[in-house]
């Protein structure tokens, strides 16, 4: 299935610009939220095809949406992938368990970001 819709939740604007910037070569429509309760509302009403979604937010974390995303029948077909600072193995598992495909620790580059999405 090619990807043409793409969520993209980070607290940081600028976190939000350098994924957007990685993902540039996707040719995708791009959706952007700011913290977790703005994610889940996005996805349930946007339907992406993927969500690249930051775990350390105000409010409702990455975790939080997750665990809502996945629990919820409109939006549990939705990957998501993790972009975040929390990086250690714990970290990677503990994602896994919320429902997420995979983990991205920030820095990351654009071809990091490029392969997890020709993979998914």
């Given at each position: 299935?090619?990807?043409?819709?793409?969520?993209?939740?980070?607290?940081?604007?600028?976190?939000?610009?350098?994924?957007?910037?990685?993902l540039a070569d996707a040719n995708c429509l791009f959706i952007t939220a700011s913290n977790g309760d703005e994610a889940v509302?996005?996805?349930?009403?946007?339907?992406?095809?993927?969500?690249?979604?930051?775990?350390?937010?105000?409010?409702?974390?990455?975790?939080?949406?997750?665990?809502?995303?996945?629990?919820?029948?409109?939006?549990?077909?939705?990957?998501?992938?993790?972009?975040?600072?929390?990086?250690?193995?714990?970290?990677?598992?503990?994602?896994?368990?919320?429902?997420?495909?995979?983990?991205?620790?920030?820095?990351?580059?654009?071809?990091?970001?490029?392969?997890?999405?020709?993979?998914?």
């Amino acid at each position: 299935m090619p990807i043409q819709k793409i969520l993209i939740c980070d607290d940081s604007q600028t976190d939000l610009m350098n994924l957007r910037n990685s993902l540039a070569d996707a040719n995708c429509l791009f959706i952007t939220a700011s913290n977790g309760d703005e994610a889940v509302k996005k996805a349930k009403s946007e339907q992406p095809d993927v969500i690249f979604l930051d775990i350390v937010m105000p409010g409702m974390d990455g975790y939080a949406a997750c665990r809502t995303l996945r629990d919820d029948p409109e939006t549990k077909h939705i990957p998501v992938i993790f972009v975040s600072s929390k990086s250690q193995k714990a970290d990677r598992v503990w994602a896994q368990m919320q429902g997420a495909k995979d983990l991205i620790a920030k820095p990351y580059n654009a071809k990091e970001i490029a392969d997890k999405l020709a993979n998914l």
